[in-house]
């Protein structure tokens, strides 16, 4: 049973623009939750990440948006750019972050010309 | 530039020898996880340590599948025997903890790819 969620396989975006990463949870007792990137024949490296106190976090181009009682989280890339394309993962974690990271499948960004 | 390392980068192997990969953490951080990613399944979070004490292995087949921390500078994933379904790459993530006891982020190694044939 996935309890981090990611249900695009993959999105396709003009450069420029806005891109939009949708993910869902379902474990109640994730307090922390991540965005790692990654690139083929590479580990995931991290992005950006927000605490369940928080419901907005900014890092220049990279907003993630959390909803806690929807249980959902998103990452908004703007504008997108061609080094942007990459398998983006949505991570949580709980425990005030003592647990593992539980991934979802990822959802892979192609940003177009 | 401090970085995980990984060795091997790519290992094949035949059905029922034995594999064991390596893990080098970043100096300081005292959480390692090691994780396997497939088509299928995505990342899986296989077993983590803190201070090299195993805190979770329940994603781990315990019947093959084994993970060590002999030192706080080595992690170990060894699996004996080997099947074609581990075929996967396998990553090593480390982090440091937050001032609550927690972890703030992972760094992940560039993987190994596992092939058993």
């Known amino acids: 049973d996935q309890q981090v969620k990611q249900n695009s396989p993959s999105l396709s975006v003009q450069e420029g623009r806005i891109s939009i990463l949708n993910c869902d949870y379902t474990n109640s007792m994730f307090d922390y939750f991540l965005w790692y990137k990654k690139y083929p024949a590479e580990g995931p490296t991290f992005l950006i990440s927000i605490s369940s106190i928080k419901d907005k976090n900014e890092d220049g181009r990279f907003t993630v948006f959390l909803n806690k009682s929807a249980k959902h989280l998103s990452l908004h890339i703007v504008p997108s750019q061609p080094g942007d394309s990459a398998v983006y993962f949505c991570a949580a974690s709980g425990g005030g972050g003592a647990d593992g990271l539980t991934f979802g499948k990822g959802t892979h960004l192609i940003i177009q010309p | 530039d401090a970085r995980v390392t990984q060795t091997p980068r790519h290992k094949v192997t035949e059905m029922g020898q034995e594999v064991t990969m390596r893990c080098q953490p970043i100096?300081?951080?005292?959480?390692v996880f090691w994780y396997r990613q497939t088509m299928m399944q995505g990342l899986e979070l296989l077993a983590y340590?803190?201070?090299?004490?195993?805190?979770?292995d329940s994603g781990m087949p315990k019947d093959r599948f084994s993970a060590e921390m002999p030192d706080a500078t080595l992690a170990t994933l060894k699996i004996q025997p080997s099947e074609p379904r581990d075929s996967a790459v396998y990553f090593c993530?480390?982090?440091?903890?937050?001032?609550?006891?927690?972890?703030?982020?992972?760094?992940f190694g560039q993987g190994t790819r596992l092939t058993v044939v």
């Open positions: 100096l300081g951080h005292n959480t």
């Open positions: 340590f803190r201070n090299r004490a195993p805190l979770d």
């Open positions: 993530a480390s982090g440091p903890s937050a001032k609550t006891g927690g972890l703030t982020e992972a760094f």
